[in-house]
């Protein structure tokens, strides 16, 4: 069968130990990046052979691992960090195993949006997830789409285009409307930097330098 297995976004030792024991019994791991996640298995001991599995590869490797779970071998699904299938190849794995009716357990554990969410102070009754938005064509379309949704919504962005993010938001959805800057997640430097777009977009202006993963969650409208 398929596991998918969340690891930490951050501090280490977020992981469960169901999906350290998951790990170690599996006959197979595969890693967005097996470099990143060698940190993973060596703190814990994980000694399963560890393989990469993501976008440049996945359309060649997928038939031949789905074979391998109907013969019988267990293989589980790792990320960079958090939950995969959320903004990475890992669906495909999935959809691949449903069709070939192998079954497939996701295990609850980190990932990003969701503390971020609920540490915003925006309402999370109900909420849009987003994810990346488009770097060039199409995002103006987004933006507009996203301006009109009447509940919270949730955007990754990496740091050098964070503000021109909020400025995009702010011309659609104007500059007064609340937002939650994420940065660092369950890292030694986390911050939650709330406000209106307008302030935050002059808040990160006068950083000098802006690091680190980030989750933006904004308002609804009215």
């Known amino acids: 069968m398929l596991y998918l297995v969340p690891t930490p976004i951050g501090n280490?030792?977020?992981i469960t130990f169901r999906?350290?024991?998951?790990?170690?019994?599996?006959?197979?791991?595969?890693?967005?990046d097996t470099r990143t996640s060698r940190k993973v298995m060596d703190r814990y001991e994980i000694k399963t052979k560890l393989k990469a599995f993501h976008a440049f590869n996945e359309h060649h490797s997928i038939a031949g691992y789905v074979q391998m779970m109907q013969a019988g071998s267990t293989i589980a699904l790792i990320s960079d960090a958090g939950t995969p299938g959320?903004?990475?190849?890992?669906?495909?794995?999935?959809?691949?195993?449903?069709e070939a009716g192998v079954p497939v357990s996701c295990l609850p554990g980190p990932t990003a949006f969701v503390?971020?969410?609920?540490?915003?102070g925006l309402p999370c009754d109900k909420f849009y997830y987003e994810g990346f938005l488009p770097h060039k064509k199409g995002r103006q379309t987004r933006y507009k789409y996203l301006a009109k949704l009447p509940c919270t919504f949730i955007l990754y962005e990496s740091p050098h285009r964070i503000i021109k993010c909020m400025e995009g938001l702010a011309e659609f959805c104007g500059p007064d409307r609340k937002a939650c800057v994420v940065r660092e997640i369950s890292k030694m430097f986390e911050t939650f930097d709330r406000g209106t777009l307008a302030e935050l977009i002059t808040f990160y202006k006068s950083k000098q330098a802006v690091k680190g993963e980030i989750v933006l969650v904004v308002a609804g409208a009215e």
């Open 86 to 98: 959320i903004s990475d190849p890992g669906f495909l794995m999935v959809r691949a195993c449903v």
């Open 12 to 14: 280490l030792e977020d």
């Open 19 to 32: 999906a350290v024991q998951i790990l170690k019994d599996a006959d197979l791991i595969l890693a967005e």
């Open 115 to 120: 503390p971020a969410l609920v540490g915003s």
